[in-house]
């Protein structure tokens, strides 16, 4: 700042501001922004609930009160016709896990040099929402989402009668609302009866079922938590899915991943099997609930 005769202060008079600045700065704490934690510390697993506990400890209960090493599947919950627009739809909801599929065609084919003259296409996509998972996604589909809907495509594929529609296409739009582990599995289920309700002729329903190997024990139809806290990888540690065609006892996919011994994979399969067998009362009821109900008188459709 200028003085009275125009010119700057003098030089003692700046450095004793800047002496009384730095004499401040002295009684300041060094770091204002960091929080100084307790000296003493205690576990968290104090805090937690006794069925928090008995989750995060090695015992044979899991988090939602499921034992391990048994054929135990979360309840699940599902009905037919929800999207009017589509051929075909399906909503899904097994615990958290919550998925909506929609079946459009078949129709001719968009691009001509797709066709095929003797048997029909199966187009699918797979999408997360950008709600559907703990961290906020995006829109545009990543390589997990293509990678799920190509395996989506190889497990559908054989139990569909594409022979009986030449020339054309089916497509199939799974969208997963909230993913709270096994969604591959449960994508099959829910893919599987859109295209029964659309009416596109199969061979049978596709069920698909999900094992998370932890070692010498393993949990069936795993919840996200459980597919993430496995402890990385390891001897005998891995995830399988298999979509199998109940009625004909016939598994038409198999995804493994991870380090798995033989008689494991094996035993998974095995596991697995008896997983969608447990599913499919539920799959066809929904099913006949909703032929009945498009059968029905138009004053009956609500009842």
Same mark, same amino acid.
């Given at each position: 700042?200028? #003085? #009275?005769?125009?010119?700057?202060?003098?030089?003692?008079?700046?450095?004793?501001?800047?002496?009384?600045?730095?004499?401040?700065?002295?009684?300041?704490?060094?770091?204002?922004?960091?929080? @100084?934690?307790?000296?003493?510390?205690?576990?968290?697993?104090?805090?937690?609930?006794?069925?928090?506990?008995?989750?995060?400890?090695?015992?044979?209960?899991?988090?939602?009160?499921?034992?391990?090493?048994?054929?135990? +599947?979360?309840?699940?919950?599902?009905?037919?016709?929800?999207?009017?627009?589509?051929?075909?739809?399906? /909503?899904?909801?097994?615990?958290?896990?919550?998925?909506?599929?929609? +079946?459009? =065609?078949? @129709?001719?084919?968009?691009?001509?040099?797709?066709?095929?003259?003797?048997? =029909? %296409?199966?187009?699918?996509?797979?999408?997360?929402?950008?709600?559907?998972?703990?961290?906020?996604?995006?829109?545009?589909?990543?390589?997990?989402?293509?990678?799920?809907?190509?395996?989506?495509?190889?497990?559908?594929?054989?139990?569909?009668?594409?022979?009986?529609?030449?020339?054309?296409?089916?497509?199939?739009?799974?969208?997963?609302?909230?993913?709270?582990?096994?969604?591959?599995?449960?994508?099959?289920?829910?893919?599987?009866?859109?295209?029964?309700?659309? =009416?596109?002729?199969?061979?049978?329903?596709?069920?698909?079922?999900?094992?998370?190997?932890?070692?010498?024990? /393993?949990?069936?139809?795993?919840?996200?938590?459980?597919?993430?806290?496995?402890?990385?990888? =390891?001897? #005998?540690?891995?995830? +399988?899915?298999?979509?199998?065609?109940?009625?004909?006892?016939?598994?038409?996919?198999?995804?493994?991943?991870?380090?798995?011994?033989?008689?494991?994979?094996?035993?998974?399969? @095995?596991?697995?099997?008896?997983?969608?067998?447990?599913?499919?009362?539920?799959? %066809?009821?929904?099913?006949? #609930?909703?032929?009945?109900?498009?059968?029905?008188?138009?004053?009956?459709?609500?009842?």
């Amino acid at each position: 700042m200028l #003085n #009275n005769s125009g010119l700057l202060p003098s030089t003692s008079a700046s450095f004793t501001l800047v002496v009384g600045y730095t004499a401040v700065e002295a009684v300041m704490p060094a770091d204002s922004k960091r929080v @100084r934690g307790p000296e003493e510390s205690q576990s968290p697993l104090l805090f937690m609930p006794s069925t928090a506990q008995k989750a995060a400890g090695p015992e044979e209960s899991r988090g939602d009160g499921r034992q391990r090493d048994q054929v135990d +599947v979360r309840p699940v919950f599902a009905r037919c016709g929800l999207v009017s627009q589509a051929k075909g739809s399906a /909503y899904v909801e097994a615990g958290n896990t919550k998925l909506l599929c929609a +079946v459009y =065609g078949p @129709r001719e084919a968009e691009r001509k040099d797709d066709t095929d003259m003797k048997a =029909g %296409r199966l187009v699918c996509d797979f999408r997360f929402a950008p709600f559907s998972c703990p961290k906020r996604g995006g829109w545009i589909q990543g390589s997990e989402e293509r990678d799920a809907a190509q395996a989506l495509q190889e497990a559908l594929r054989p139990g569909l009668c594409l022979h009986r529609y030449p020339r054309s296409q089916i497509e199939v739009n799974v969208l997963v609302l909230e993913h709270d582990g096994s969604v591959l599995a449960h994508a099959v289920t829910c893919a599987s009866m859109a295209l029964a309700d659309a =009416g596109v002729e199969m061979y049978d329903v596709v069920l698909g079922c999900a094992l998370r190997q932890d070692g010498e024990s /393993y949990l069936l139809d795993p919840t996200l938590a459980e597919e993430s806290g496995g402890g990385g990888g =390891g001897e #005998n540690r891995g995830s +399988v899915t298999v979509a199998l065609l109940p009625s004909l006892a016939q598994v038409s996919a198999l995804q493994a991943d991870g380090e798995l011994r033989e008689d494991s994979v094996n035993a998974a399969v @095995r596991a697995c099997m008896e997983g969608c067998h447990r599913l499919y009362p539920v799959v %066809r009821r929904a099913l006949v #609930n909703a032929v009945r109900k498009r059968a029905a008188p138009p004053g009956d459709a609500h009842s």
